[in-house]
């Protein structure tokens, strides 16, 4: 009984002592910021947001990071990509994300379009010129796709992306909201990024 005792208490300072370590490794207004302080930290739902903006040099360059953590995460952690709209001309592009995910074609567009951009420098910034490449891209219509980017559909999304980034006070991307609490910027953490994730969720 007395060695049970010993190896419990043992195994208790362990995780005690892991806790305190990651605690003092990852600090707030260093690698996170608490943008719901009235939101409990036991009540976090375990779901990650991605803001991006396929305009975003950054956010090109973290899609590798960001694509690595997702094959590898958890799978109690769900995780939901948001087109932020932090300025008027990144309107197309939310509602090129918000089309192709409504017509099932953002596995063969997302990555085309950000290497469109930022690989082969295609000025695609116009609304007709989007829905043409994605059209290209995935062999769909251009027409059903310009369609679904100016539907009411896409454009309460949008709103909705809108009201999210100016409720946790989002500042620029690529930036995760993790548990509806803490905001990462992915540029701070580095690789230690899906350690941060999972010290945020666990607290």
């Given at each position: 009984m007395?060695?049970?005792i010993?190896?419990?208490a043992g195994?208790t300072?362990g995780?005690?002592s892991s806790l305190?370590?990651?605690q003092?490794k990852?600090q ?9 302080p009235?939101?409990a930290?036991?009540d976090l739902p375990r ?7 396929y305009g ?13 953590w997702?094959e590898h995460?958890?799978?109690n952690?769900?995780?939901v990509?948001v087109?932020?709209v ?5 309107v197309?592009?939310?509602q090129a ?6 017509m099932?074609i953002s ?5 085309a379009?950000?290497d469109?951009?930022?690989?082969d ?9 989007i829905?043409q490449f994605l059209?290209d891209t995935?062999?769909?219509d251009?027409?059903?796709i310009?369609m679904?980017?100016n ?5 309460d999304?949008?709103a ?5 980034a100016?409720k946790y006070?989002l500042?620029?991307?690529?930036a995760l909201l ?7 910027d ?5 690789e230690?990024l899906?350690?941060?994730i ?6």
């Amino acid at each position: 009984m007395k060695r049970f005792i010993a190896l419990f208490a043992g195994l208790t300072l362990g995780l005690l002592s892991s806790l305190a370590s990651a605690q003092a490794k990852f600090q707030e207004h260093k690698h996170y910021e608490d943008v719901a302080p009235d939101v409990a930290a036991k009540d976090l739902p375990r779901t990650v947001t991605g803001f991006f903006w396929y305009g975003c040099s950054h956010c090109y360059a973290f899609e590798p990071t960001l694509d690595k953590w997702l094959e590898h995460k958890s799978d109690n952690i769900e995780f939901v990509r948001v087109p932020a709209v932090l300025g008027r001309n990144w309107v197309p592009h939310a509602q090129a994300f918000y089309a192709t995910e409504k017509m099932g074609i953002s596995d063969k567009t997302h990555r085309a379009l950000f290497d469109a951009i930022h690989k082969d420098r295609k000025p695609l910034f116009a609304p007709a010129d989007i829905a043409q490449f994605l059209a290209d891209t995935s062999g769909a219509d251009a027409a059903e796709i310009l369609m679904n980017m100016n539907s009411q559909e896409s454009r309460d999304a949008i709103a909705q992306s809108i009201d999210t980034a100016q409720k946790y006070r989002l500042r620029g991307v690529p930036a995760l909201l993790v548990g509806g609490k803490y905001l990462v910027d992915p540029g701070s953490v580095g690789e230690e990024l899906p350690e941060v994730i999972e010290f945020l969720l666990d607290q």
